[in-house]
């Protein structure tokens, strides 16, 4: 029986990864190995509790449904000081952090904390689009630069995690947005990965483990090796059936593991797709 290790957290029903093995003869698992964590909640439970308006805000960006979810967290037990949040738009990435936000009404304690007018969602699928979206909709994309720098600065809360690019602070930043980021959860090492994993292994010992980021690959590694023989990179000659085979979802991980883990990568996925990667590893094994 050929047993797959997805080393990675399943969020779609059915998950495709399994699916795209399963059709292929493997018996696949995925054990999550990273999770998320609310950090800075006072902070953000007194702008929250201020109101947008009083704290001197002309709108919020969110780009994920975990801050969304910080949000959430924070209006659950937090009543109002001032006007609220239902007069400024909220800038969202994606149709699922949009109704994110939507579905927060249901457990707030005040209705007047809960964000009404959300902006973006389907139409800004990416940071990129969702700042090209904020200035056309502020109406800044079409001013000038002396208009810009004369005009009243535009002041927005961003809600981010620990792992951020600055494409939308940046694009926002020429055209005269000002920004305070405020982090609201940070992604670390799941704290159950060593009981999941020993769990799994009880009657079984996976042909493959597949690794999907180098930041996961790095936690999880260590606690890996405890339990199983993992390919050196210097030994490209060995085929031992002790040994599992490793492969990667995209190069950046691959260079990761061999050059910082010391891992042998026998198979790197053409497309970080789940097809091209069970298609590689099928192609692997036929050709061993």
């Known amino acids: ?82 006007e609220g949040w239902q007069r400024i738009p909220f800038y969202v990435v994606g149709e699922a952090t949009a109704n994110a936000l939507s579905d927060i009404s249901q457990v707030a304690a005040d209705q007047n904390l809960v964000p009404r007018d959300i902006r973006g969602g389907s139409t800004s699928g990416n940071s990129e689009k969702l700042a090209h979206f904020i200035l056309e909709d502020q109406g800044l994309s079409l001013k000038n630069d002396s208009e810009i720098s004369e005009a009243r600065k535009f002041r927005m ?74 390919p050196d990179s210097s030994d490209y000659n060995s085929s031992s059936d002790l040994l599992a085979h490793i492969a990667a979802i995209g190069p950046t991980t691959s260079i990761y593991l061999v050059e910082t883990l010391n891992l042998r990568v026998d198979v790197v996925a053409p497309k970080p797709t789940p097809d091209a990667l069970a298609e590689a590893i099928v192609s692997f094994d036929t050709t061993v």
């Open 1 to 82: 029986m050929a047993y797959v290790l997805l080393l990675r957290s399943s969020q779609d029903v059915p998950d495709r990864y399994e699916v795209a093995f399963k059709t292929r003869g493997f018996h696949p698992t995925s054990i999550p190995v990273l999770e998320t964590v609310h950090v800075n909640l006072d902070g953000l439970r007194n702008i929250v509790r201020a109101g947008g308006r009083e704290s001197g805000f002309d709108g919020v960006i969110i780009t994920s449904a975990r801050a969304c979810e910080a949000w959430r967290e924070v209006v659950k037990d937090t009543s109002s000081e001032g």
């Open 157 to 230: 809360l961003y809600l981010t995690g620990d792992k951020n690019r600055d494409t939308l602070p940046n694009i926002l930043g020429t055209r005269g947005v000002e920004l305070l980021n405020l982090q609201v959860y940070e992604t670390q090492g799941s704290s159950t990965f060593e009981a999941d994993l020993t769990d799994y292994l009880k009657g079984k010992k996976p042909k493959w483990i597949i690794y999907f980021a180098p930041s996961a690959a790095a936690f999880v590694t260590p606690v890996l090796r405890k339990y199983l023989m993992l």
